[in-house]
């Protein structure tokens, strides 16, 4: 195992940047995610750790120890890839043990290493058969064998399950979480699947345009979002964004639309007031699906709304209403009695809402000057 430290590091493909200033610390042992959707980066990131790309600037450490100019094969680091990469003319054995007789071990230590790769990810079955007459899942078994058998400091993972099956994905995941906690190597996985990422990391780094949006805990990053974009990227509905504007009179404040106005507590919704009140002006309200209500019409609280659309989803219903120029969409139980075309009113937990200044940041997460 080791740890794992990118110092502004970048990544320029002629006037792109596709991977811009980013430093992060993977501490030896974790199990961190890097996710964001197509061209944001986080395969440059994995393939320049690897070194099968070279860093434009900034610096590359594992284990203490700076790699920016070491050959691949020198780092100890072992990389499972979207495609497997088997070699298709040998073996379930002769994949696994490649990377071993490549570095002229001894066949006996060969043969045992095989052997004991195979056997923790039960595949010890099928060490002659050769890969196309595998399945999908038993192809990426035989992968992940191959990059234990290395016994490597670092795992690199690049959406090694998004070839899978719906099922077979899910079955793999939790085979994966599981080999970390038996092997406790530093893995750093590449993915666009939030459900993945939140089940499956120690920590996300949500990443756009080449850079890191926020990293953290799963259940903090889609708890407290530090930007639009990972409000809107995490969450399935994600989370509804409505644009406004921020109002300050004798110490209170009002998030302001042409149809309404909702009053709004800084201290409970746990924004410090003097950063509130230098937010004062546009601004978008966040709140997600299931920190809505829905109420009668002639409630006295909440916002005059107009079911339009309802989504029954199994375990959720997901309600759309008309809410002014806005839609929005709630989450409810499946048994909820509610009908398309029916005025609503709809009320939101402030304690679980957000606020973002025009720099689309979480003013939850501003510091008082």
Known sequence: ??????????????????????????????????????????????????????????????????????????????????????????????????????????????????????????????????????????RQRVALARAIVREPRVFLMDEPLSNLDAQLRQQTRLELMALHERLGITTIYVTHDQVEAM??????????????????????????????????????????????????????????????????????????PSVLEQAVGPSTLGVRPEHFSLGPPDAVSGIPGIVVFLEPVGSDLFVTVDVGENQVQVRMPPEAQVRQGEAVRVTFDLHRSHVFSTDERNLRLIQPA
């Open 1 to 138: 195992m080791a740890e794992v430290v990118l110092r502004q590091l970048s990544k320029h493909f002629g006037d792109v940047r596709a991977v811009d200033n980013v430093s992060m610390r993977i501490p030896e042992g974790e199990f961190l995610v890097l996710l964001g959707p197509s061209g944001c980066g986080k395969s440059t990131i994995l393939r320049m750790i690897s070194g099968l790309e070279d860093a434009t600037s900034g610096e590359i450490a594992i284990g203490g120890e700076l790699v920016n100019f070491k050959d691949p094969t020198e780092r100890n680091l072992a990389m499972v890839f979207q495609n497997y990469a088997l070699y298709p003319h040998m073996t379930v054995f002769k994949n696994i043990a490649f990377p071993l007789e490549t570095a002229k071990r001894k066949a006996s230590d060969v043969k045992e290493a095989v052997e004991k790769a195979a056997a923790t990810l039960e595949i010890g079955e099928l060490l002659d058969r050769l890969p196309e007459q595998l399945s999908g899942g038993q």
């Open 199 to 272: 089940t499956m990391g120690r920590r996300i780094a949500v990443m756009q345009g080449g850079k890191v949006q926020q990293i953290g805990p799963p259940v903090e990053v889609y708890q407290t979002p530090a930007t639009t974009f990972v409000a809107t990227f995490m969450g399935a509905p994600p989370m509804n964004l409505i644009d406004g504007e921020i109002r300050s009179t004798n110490d209170t404040f009002q998030f302001v639309r042409q149809e309404y106005s909702l009053d709004i507590e800084p201290l409970t919704m746990g924004i410090d």
